[in-house]
């Protein structure tokens, strides 16, 4: 089952996809490189180092949306968990363990003690795996569990599957910001090492390739600054690998510099 913001999520989707196909364009279009060229030469440079900067940034938005798109709609344990919130408010005092159990299914974590039960589900893939809470109780007399309370009340998972974009103060905001950052932070890294080896393309390529791939430095230094702004636990190869391949772009950019200042 999906999230109750499927609509909005695959627009937000749609829109990422808009602007990385739409920075893609404007950067790779001979016809507008031409228009803005016949202009003036410095809006030529100008232009072109934007739009490399803009795909850049883009292409780490997108991946980010992707993931998390994924996570939120795609993934079966997400599903899962949107079916258990859909449900919650059907799990009332006094239901028996076994009624609660067919229609949660299985819970993340069991505590049991004497008496009772205390059972955690996922119902916001986002909150948490401990998103949802039931406990279950007895006594001698009556030795089948029954739910007696769960945590969080009816209305707040109601106002939950309203509200498509959480409080800032709350635990799934939190959730929200650091997947975006570790996603944001994963593609920065791999864009910098596609870039590097995209570095390595051979030197002698058509003019205009050519001139299009003195911008890489621009893209790497946007790749570069959110990769460090977003990374928290990496990899030892991974830290130490950023300036490195900065370098070896470096190093490729002042060949191709040196291969056109050369043929003029």
């Known amino acids: ?83 258990r919130s859909y449900q919650w408010q059907t799990i009332v005092p006094g239901m028996s363990h076994d009624q609660a159990a067919e229609i949660m299914g299985k819970p993340f974590s069991i ?45 707040t998972v109601l106002e939950n599957l309203r509200g498509w974009i959480p409080d800032k103060s709350s635990k799934t905001y939190a959730n929200y910001a650091e997947i975006i950052s570790d996603s944001s932070a994963f593609c920065a890294f791999y864009g910098l090492f596609g870039l590097a080896i995209l570095t390595f393309y051979p030197f002698k390529m058509s003019e205009l390739s050519t001139l299009r791939m003195l911008y890489t430095p621009l893209a790497a230094l946007v790749l570069k600054a959110i990769y460090e702004s977003h990374r928290t636990a990496v990899w030892d190869f991974e830290l130490f690998s950023v300036s490195p391949l900065f370098t070896i772009i470096i190093i490729g950019w002042i060949v191709r510099l040196g291969i056109i200042l050369g043929s003029d």
């Open 111 to 155: 505590y049991r003690y004497q008496n009772g039960e205390q059972s955690t589900y996922c119902i916001n893939p986002i909150s948490g795996l401990d998103s949802g809470t039931i406990i279950f109780s007895g006594n001698t007399n009556e030795p089948e569990l029954k739910v007696f309370s769960k945590t969080p009340d009816d209305q």
């Open 1 to 83: 089952m999906n999230s109750p913001f499927l609509f909005e999520n695959i627009v937000v989707l749609l829109l990422l996809i808009g602007i990385f196909t739409g920075s893609l364009y404007l950067l790779l279009s001979k016809k507008l490189s031409d228009y803005i060229c016949n202009r003036s030469k410095v809006f030529l440079v100008l232009y072109r180092a934007a739009t490399s900067v803009a795909l850049a940034a883009s292409l780490v938005g997108l991946f980010s949306g992707i993931w998390l798109f994924y996570l939120i709609e795609i993934n079966d344990f997400s599903r899962d968990c949107w079916k």
